[in-house]
């Protein structure tokens, strides 16, 4: 060091009058990242970084949204006091105001409309104990069937395809340790290195150790480029995919006879199917070369050990449950699960992606993931709530037909809680006149987001710097959160705002916790002898062992780390393999001559969902201050679109404008705009609003459009 620099950073050092240290966990992705928050005090301003600390899953990493996760946590447009919609503007006011106001709409339209009329739309980004919570309010203090949350829109299909074809769905079925000792990994349209970079060292540990790494993608990703074989699919075609690999699997004799005799049921339907299809045909189809297909096929059947991994670009679909059921069925079909280094990932997208739908917050689910429409489980739940069986509504419709239902004026008063379904839902455009349709609407958030706004009341929550609780990472594995800070202003817990309302709506004798560990207790009995059985969990135990893995029945229980070892959780023990056709029963929203072009849209590094966080983060905004269209420079040169030029992009339903950005790493048929912006460039006011009928889940990543440069007044009509 010269001396210049050790005197300035001497100099930097007086200037640090104190320094404080808080350990807490990134409030983004299912990596759930430890880190410690270091906050120095300059004369009277304070300055804050971020640095990664040790953990079982991600072992002191942190990536640059964790790094600055911390700026919109203390962004000044935080809300800090409850506001409430009077002459169109929000004023503020106090919560006595504010709750009396919710009481008596929530009575009125409990009185005109019945208690179905009342929806409640939650989150996979709150804690366990909030989703549980969130879940027996919409129950006991609403008596609503209508619940539902964010997750339906991210993780739903591969939680139904592995409840489908293993009995039981968490993401992981093996601990991230065993992934560097895989010889073969299959990252089946999941983009690691932007949306869990943290993960990306345990598959570069693999590859080192010399596992072969197989990447399905209409894109060249930054996690493309670690792979010694890429198939640029077509969008919406893996189940094709799987199908033209069993096919080579079955007809080269690569199966795992054995184990589908011992293990699976189905194999053979499976066989005579997929032996009839043509292989040229799935190639045209899937636009991946025969060649190609055999390589992965051979090599994932080969290798001793394996894993596959997948995440919302198979999953997003019309079809997305059956086209997860069929990678499945190729890792049942080669016995690659349930042993060392084999397995599966549906790799989890939000921070509490896995434990929020585990807990009650999914129509048809109670606690524990019990089933709303299980006389066993539902007498038990009715148990713990202190209430009698038949007064438990029964299940409702999910996330997005909730929107619908409000069109048909079946719903006309909602309670959200941490989402931003403007922007998150597709057909936005369909979406926003449902909410500006509600009778009453209110929205639990720390900013003032594109729905907030729609919202009659707001109440300020806290942030992840402020709420304490358990969240359950990409593994499985439940860890604690700390808080750091007290509440910003008047903001609450989520947890407190659900008490809070629960007791103005006279229900407050069966929602009185003292803390969020009060109601994780209460979690802990309700999942008792369910399948996410967290029983045997305590604070003071994550606190001691960093997290634990369900299912965790006992307290001396150390946790479950590999799954299905012996048996499968269906009441035979047998792995359910099932016929997948090549094409989907309900038709994707695919070019046609007047809309040519296949979007698909998905997430930067810098950017978290919506944005409604990491747009007001001045290190991640700087990244990406706009939302871009990737296009091939082929396609582009034949409608006539410049590199950095403002596009219209057009669906059946709506329209955006976003620059353009020349890439040849995207297939020329195929066009990707990601999610991270609302207003004139949501990409949802594009995407059609068809479900997978096996879970609900909008088909994202699938959209006709047409495009053309935009012209002047197109650009005036934004301003
Ligand atoms: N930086 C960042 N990280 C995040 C998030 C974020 O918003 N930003 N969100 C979190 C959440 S909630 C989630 S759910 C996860 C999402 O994590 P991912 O699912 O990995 O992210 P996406 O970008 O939506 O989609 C993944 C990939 O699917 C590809 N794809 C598109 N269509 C198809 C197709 O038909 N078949 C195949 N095989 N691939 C296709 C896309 O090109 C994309 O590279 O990330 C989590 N982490
Ligand atoms: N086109 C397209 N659409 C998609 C996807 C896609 O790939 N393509 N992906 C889908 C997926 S995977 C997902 S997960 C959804 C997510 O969609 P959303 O749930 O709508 O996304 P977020 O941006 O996380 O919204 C969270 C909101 O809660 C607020 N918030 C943050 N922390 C807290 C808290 O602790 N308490 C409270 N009360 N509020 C808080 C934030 O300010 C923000 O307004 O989007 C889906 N939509
Ligand atoms: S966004 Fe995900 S990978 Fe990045 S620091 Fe946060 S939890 Fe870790
Ligand atoms: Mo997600």
């Given at each position: 060091?010269?001396?210049?620099?050790?005197?300035?950073?001497?100099?930097?050092?007086?200037?640090?009058?104190?320094?404080?240290?808080?350990?807490?966990?990134?409030?983004?992705?299912?990596?759930?990242?430890?880190?410690?928050?270091?906050?120095?005090?300059?004369?009277?301003?304070?300055?804050?970084?971020?640095?990664?600390?040790?953990?079982?899953?991600?072992?002191?990493?942190?990536?640059?949204?964790?790094?600055?996760?911390?700026?919109?946590?203390?962004?000044?447009?935080?809300?800090?006091?409850?506001?409430?919609?009077?002459?169109?503007?929000?004023?503020?006011?106090?919560?006595?105001?504010?709750?009396?106001?919710?009481?008596?709409?929530?009575?009125?339209?409990?009185?005109?409309?019945?208690?179905?009329?009342?929806?409640?739309?939650?989150?996979?980004?709150?804690?366990?104990?909030?989703?549980?919570?969130?879940?027996?309010?919409?129950?006991?203090?609403?008596?609503?069937?209508?619940?539902?949350?964010?997750?339906?829109?991210?993780?739903?299909?591969?939680?139904?395809?592995?409840?489908?074809?293993?009995?039981?769905?968490?993401?992981?079925?093996?601990?991230?340790?065993?992934?560097?000792?895989?010889?073969?990994?299959?990252?089946?349209?999941?983009?690691?290195?932007?949306?869990?970079?943290?993960?990306?060292?345990?598959?570069?540990?693999?590859?080192?150790?010399?596992?072969?790494?197989?990447?399905?993608?209409?894109?060249?990703?930054?996690?493309?480029?670690?792979?010694?074989?890429?198939?640029?699919?077509?969008?919406?075609?893996?189940?094709?995919?799987?199908?033209?690999?069993?096919?080579?699997?079955?007809?080269?004799?690569?199966?795992?006879?054995?184990?589908?005799?011992?293990?699976?049921?189905?194999?053979?339907?499976?066989?005579?199917?997929?032996?009839?299809?043509?292989?040229?045909?799935?190639?045209?189809?899937?636009?991946?070369?025969?060649?190609?297909?055999?390589?992965?096929?051979?090599?994932?059947?080969?290798?001793?050990?394996?894993?596959?991994?997948?995440?919302?670009?198979?999953?997003?679909?019309?079809?997305?449950?059956?086209?997860?059921?069929?990678?499945?069925?190729?890792?049942?079909?080669?016995?690659?699960?349930?042993?060392?280094?084999?397995?599966?990932?549906?790799?989890?997208?939000?921070?509490?992606?896995?434990?929020?739908?585990?807990?009650?917050?999914?129509?048809?689910?109670?606690?524990?993931?019990?089933?709303?429409?299980?006389?066993?489980?539902?007498?038990?739940?009715?148990?713990?709530?202190?209430?009698?069986?038949?007064?438990?509504?029964?299940?409702?419709?999910?996330?997005?037909?909730?929107?619908?239902k409000v069109h048909e004026g079946e719903i006309t008063g909602m309670f959200l809680m941490c989402s931003n379904p403007a922007v998150s839902n597709p057909n936005a455009?369909?979406?926003?006149?449902?909410?500006?349709?509600?009778?009453?609407?209110?929205?639990?958030?720390?900013?003032?987001?594109?729905?907030?706004?729609?919202?009659?009341?707001?109440?300020?929550?806290?942030?992840?710097?402020?709420?304490?609780?358990?969240?359950?990472?990409?593994?499985?594995?439940?860890?604690?959160?700390?808080?750091?800070?007290?509440?910003?202003?008047?903001?609450?817990?989520?947890?407190?705002?659900?008490?809070?309302?629960?007791?103005?709506?006279?229900?407050?004798?069966?929602?009185?916790?003292?803390?969020?560990?009060?109601?994780?207790?209460?979690?802990?009995?309700?999942?008792?002898?369910?399948?996410?059985?967290?029983?045997?969990?305590?604070?003071?135990?994550?606190?001691?062992?960093?997290?634990?893995?369900?299912?965790?029945?006992?307290?001396?229980?150390?946790?479950?780390?590999?799954?299905?070892?012996?048996?499968?959780?269906?009441?035979?023990?047998?792995?359910?393999?099932?016929?997948?056709?090549?094409?989907?029963?309900?038709?994707?929203?695919?070019?046609?001559?007047?809309?040519?072009?296949?979007?698909?849209t998905g997430r930067v590094m810098s950017h978290y969902l919506t944005g409604v966080q990491t747009r007001r983060s001045a290190a991640l905004r700087a990244r990406h201050?706009?939302?871009?269209?990737?296009?091939?420079?082929?396609?582009?040169?034949?409608?006539?679109?410049?590199?950095?030029?403002?596009?219209?992009?057009?669906?059946?339903?709506?329209?955006?404008?976003?620059?353009?950005?020349?890439?040849?790493?995207?297939?020329?048929?195929?066009?990707?705009?990601?999610?991270?912006?609302?207003?004139?460039?949501?990409?949802?006011?594009?995407?059609?609003?068809?479900?997978?009928?096996?879970?609900?889940?909008?088909?994202?990543?699938?959209?006709?459009?047409?495009?053309?440069?935009?012209?002047?007044?197109?650009?005036?009509?934004?301003?």
């Amino acid at each position: 060091m010269t001396e210049f620099m050790l005197k300035y950073f001497r100099t930097k050092q007086k200037e640090v009058q104190s320094e404080k240290t808080y350990d807490t966990q990134c409030p983004f992705c299912s990596m759930q990242c430890k880190m410690q928050l270091i906050e120095q005090t300059i004369v009277t301003r304070k300055k804050y970084s971020a640095v990664g600390k040790d953990n079982p899953t991600t072992k002191g990493r942190l990536c640059m949204k964790g790094m600055n996760a911390h700026q919109h946590a203390f962004h000044s447009e935080r809300i800090t006091h409850p506001l409430l919609k009077k002459n169109g503007e929000f004023v503020r006011v106090s919560w006595e105001e504010a709750l009396q106001y919710i009481r008596e709409q929530v009575t009125s339209i409990q009185t005109k409309d019945g208690h179905d009329a009342l929806g409640v739309y939650g989150s996979a980004s709150i804690t366990n104990e909030e989703a549980y919570l969130l879940g027996k309010f919409a129950r006991v203090a609403l008596q609503t069937k209508h619940i539902d949350y964010n997750g339906r829109l991210c993780m739903s299909a591969a939680a139904t395809a592995a409840n489908q074809t293993f009995g039981m769905d968490r993401g992981l079925t093996n601990a991230l340790s065993e992934v560097p000792h895989a010889r073969v990994i299959m990252l089946a349209g999941t983009n690691i290195a932007e949306c869990q970079p943290t993960i990306m060292p345990y598959v570069e540990e693999a590859k080192e150790n010399g596992a072969y790494i197989i990447v399905i993608d209409p894109r060249e990703t930054a996690t493309a480029q670690i792979a010694d074989l890429h198939m640029k699919i077509k969008p919406g075609t893996d189940a094709a995919l799987a199908n033209g690999m069993l096919k080579i699997i079955i007809e080269e004799r690569l199966t795992d006879e054995a184990f589908i005799k011992q293990r699976a049921e189905g194999f053979e339907g499976v066989k005579r199917y997929v032996t009839s299809l043509s292989l040229e045909d799935i190639s045209e189809q899937t636009g991946v070369p025969i060649e190609q297909m055999r390589k992965a096929a051979v090599k994932f059947a080969r290798e001793e050990t394996g894993m596959l991994f997948t995440a919302r670009g198979v999953e997003q679909q019309t079809d997305g449950t059956a086209a997860v059921r069929n990678l499945l069925n190729i890792l049942i079909s080669v016995g690659k699960i349930g042993k060392f280094g084999c397995g599966y990932g549906a790799i989890t997208g939000q921070g509490n992606g896995q434990g929020a739908r585990e807990h009650g917050q999914k129509a048809d689910q109670l606690p524990g993931y019990r089933s709303i429409e299980n006389q066993k489980d539902r007498a038990y739940i009715a148990n713990i709530w202190g209430i009698a069986e038949e007064n438990l509504p029964q299940k409702g419709v999910s996330a997005f037909e909730m929107m619908k239902k409000v069109h048909e004026g079946e719903i006309t008063g909602m309670f959200l809680m941490c989402s931003n379904p403007a922007v998150s839902n597709p057909n936005a455009n369909f979406v926003k006149a449902a909410l500006k349709k509600l009778k009453f609407f209110a929205a639990v958030d720390l900013f003032i987001s594109e729905t907030a706004r729609l919202a009659d009341v707001i109440l300020p929550a806290s942030s992840y710097l402020e709420d304490e609780g358990t969240m359950t990472n990409v593994e499985g594995r439940v860890t604690l959160r700390e808080a750091s800070k007290p509440c910003l202003g008047e903001a609450r817990h989520d947890w407190q705002i659900i008490c809070d309302i629960a007791a103005a709506l006279g229900k407050g004798r069966f929602f009185s916790y003292e803390s969020a560990e009060d109601i994780f207790n209460e979690l802990r009995k309700a999942s008792r002898g369910g399948i996410a059985d967290y029983s045997g969990i305590t604070y003071e135990r994550i606190r001691k062992e960093g997290g634990i893995l369900w299912p965790c029945p006992e307290h001396r229980h150390p946790g479950t780390k590999r799954l299905f070892e012996t048996e499968f959780s269906h009441p035979d023990k047998k792995a359910k393999m099932c016929v997948v056709p090549n094409e989907p029963t309900v038709k994707k929203d695919e070019p046609t001559e007047d809309y040519p072009l296949c979007l698909t849209t998905g997430r930067v590094m810098s950017h978290y969902l919506t944005g409604v966080q990491t747009r007001r983060s001045a290190a991640l905004r700087a990244r990406h201050f706009e939302s871009f269209m990737e296009i091939h420079p082929k396609t582009a040169e034949k409608y006539k679109i410049e590199d950095r030029v403002l596009v219209k992009i057009e669906s059946k339903r709506g329209s955006i404008i976003v620059r353009s950005k020349w890439s040849e790493s995207i297939r020329p048929d195929t066009v990707f705009v990601p999610m991270h912006w609302g207003d004139s460039q949501n990409v949802n006011c594009l995407v059609a609003e068809d479900l997978d009928p096996s879970c609900q889940m909008p088909g994202f990543k699938v959209c006709s459009v047409r495009i053309r440069r935009a012209d002047d007044k197109d650009v005036n009509k934004l301003s």
